[in-house]
C-alpha cells in the first residue's frame, strides 16, 4: 500500500483523537471542571480503530499493542453511557470483530509472521521496547479511568488519568522522534497540552 493512503489514515486518528480532546477541553473550559462529553468515548473508539489499522500497515507493534489495550475500554465507557447500545448492531459486530481478527490472521505467505513485527529492521530492539513501555504507561490511563468508573458507576477522567496521560505522552513523543513518525509526533504533542490543562482544572477545582 502507499505510503500517502498509511499516513492519511494515522492522520484521520490523530485528528479525531485531537478532536475528542478539544471537544472535552471546552466543554470542561465552560463548566469550570474535569467533565467527560458523550462525543469523546465514541471518537476515542473510532480513532483507535483507525490508528490500530495504521500500525498494521506500518508494521508497528509499539503502536498496535497500545490500541489493543484501550479498545475495550472505550467500548466499556460508551456502555456506562448507554452510547453503546445506540449503534447499529452490524457496527458494533465490525468494531468489536475486526481489531481481533487482524491479530488471529496477520498471516505473510500464509504464516503469521511475528517476525515482520518484533524484527523490523527500523525498529531496533531497544526502540521497540521504549514503545512498548511507552504505549503501557499511557494505556495504565485508561485502566486506571476504568477501575475508577467502574467503581463510581459513572463515566469520568480523574487526576490519574491525566498525570499518566502526560507521562505515557512524553514517552511516545520521544519515540516518535526517534521513529521518525509525525502522526504520532503531532498528535501526542497537542495532546500534552489538553493533558496539563486539565490537570489544572482538577486541582484549582479540589482547592
Not at 487482524?102 to 523490523?120: A, C, R, T
Not at 487526576?159 to 503531532?186: C, E, H, N, Q
Request: charged content about 15%.
Amino acid at each position: 500500500m502507499k505510503d500517502w493512503i498509511i499516513y492519511s489514515i494515522g492522520f484521520l486518528a490523530q485528528i479525531l483523537f485531537s478532536s475528542r480532546l478539544i471537544i472535552q477541553w471546552l466543554a470542561s473550559e465552560k463548566q469550570r471542571k474535569v467533565i467527560t462529553p458523550k462525543t469523546f468515548w465514541t471518537l476515542s473508539l473510532i480513532a483507535s480503530f483507525l490508528l490500530f489499522i495504521y500500525g498494521y500497515l506500518r508494521l508497528d507493534f509499539a503502536i498496535m499493542l497500545g490500541q489493543s489495550l484501550t479498545y475495550f475500554i472505550y467500548i466499556r465507557n460508551l456502555q456506562l453511557q448507554g452510547q453503546w447500545q445506540k449503534f447499529p448492531k452490524i457496527v458494533q459486530y465490525l468494531l468489536f470483530v475486526v481489531p481481533i481478527l487482524i491479530v488471529v490472521f496477520y498471516y505473510n505467505n500464509n504464516k503469521i509472521d511475528v517476525e515482520l513485527l518484533f524484527q523490523n529492521a527500523d525498529i531496533p530492539t531497544w526502540l521497540l521496547v521504549l514503545g512498548i513501555v511507552a504505549q503501557v504507561i499511557f494505556t495504565l490511563r485508561f485502566v486506571y479511568q476504568w477501575v475508577h468508573a467502574e467503581r463510581n458507576k459513572a463515566s469520568t477522567l480523574p487526576m490519574g488519568f491525566w498525570v499518566l496521560s502526560l507521562i505515557g505522552a512524553s514517552l511516545i513523543l520521544t519515540y516518535a522522534i526517534i521513529r521518525k513518525d509525525p502522526v504520532l509526533f503531532l498528535g501526542h504533542l497537542f495532546g500534552m497540552v489538553i493533558y496539563a490543562r486539565n490537570a489544572y482544572l482538577i486541582r484549582h477545582t479540589n482547592d
